[in-house]
């Protein structure tokens, strides 16, 4: 089932998201809905905080990328971060590696912006599967960028804040009505505007 993506402006994407301790029928069921959202919006990531769920679940999809390349390796293997798509993780835990690159972004829940944000070029994280399953991940390129950004959304931090003041200051009145329009339910059924490739 597709879910309505939340917009900037609803207070659940400054939550910061709780811990799943059972990984039931729920939770499958939530992550399947998630995946067809994010697919159905042409997104690479939507974060759980981003469908009202302030849970720590988030998936990735990067089969449909072309022009911005990404390895993964799962428990040390290394796997072709297409065919491993869709991604689901779990209650994740990141350690962001020490060299850094600006990198253009858009967010679902923000579909008239993009910003240049400074990421970690590689991840390591660890996280659990659906099937329970602790796993180990290392991550450089546009996925590793994909899991920091949906990471912070777990933690109810949203991409304007990684980006520089001057950025934030020239984006101000934008986001100013993006908040007003959400607050007073206008944009609840309105069509957003499709930022490609967004996370
Ligand atoms: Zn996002």
Redesign the pocket.
């Known amino acids: 089932m597709r879910l309505r993506i939340l917009q900037y402006g609803s207070p659940v994407l400054r939550s910061k998201g709780q811990r799943i301790e059972k990984i039931d029928d729920r939770i499958r069921r939530l992550a399947a809905d998630m995946i067809e959202t994010m697919r159905a919006a042409n997104?690479v990531?939507?974060?759980a905080q981003?469908i009202g769920e302030p849970i720590q679940l988030t998936v990735v999809d990067v089969s449909q990328i072309e022009d911005r390349p990404s390895t993964l390796k799962l428990n040390g293997r290394e796997v072709d971060p297409k065919t491993a798509s869709p991604l689901v993780f779990i209650n994740p835990e990141i350690v962001l590696g020490t060299e850094t690159s600006l990198g253009v972004?858009?967010?679902?829940?923000?579909p008239e912006i993009t910003g240049e944000i400074e990421r970690s070029q590689t991840v390591h994280a660890r996280a659990q599967t659906l099937d329970g399953s602790m796993v180990e991940i290392e991550a450089s390129g546009l996925l590793a960028r994909a899991l920091q950004?949906?990471v912070?959304?777990l933690n109810g931090i949203?991409?304007i804040d990684r980006m520089s003041s001057a950025a934030k200051a020239a984006l101000a009145s934008k986001l100013k009505r993006m908040q007003k329009e959400t607050e007073r339910g206008i944009r609840k059924n309105r069509r957003p505007l499709e930022t490609e490739h967004?996370?």
């Not at 972004?105 to 923000?110: A, D, I, K, T, V």
């Open positions: 997104g990531g939507l974060a981003q972004e858009g967010c679902l829940s923000f950004h949906e912070d959304h949203l991409f967004a996370l």
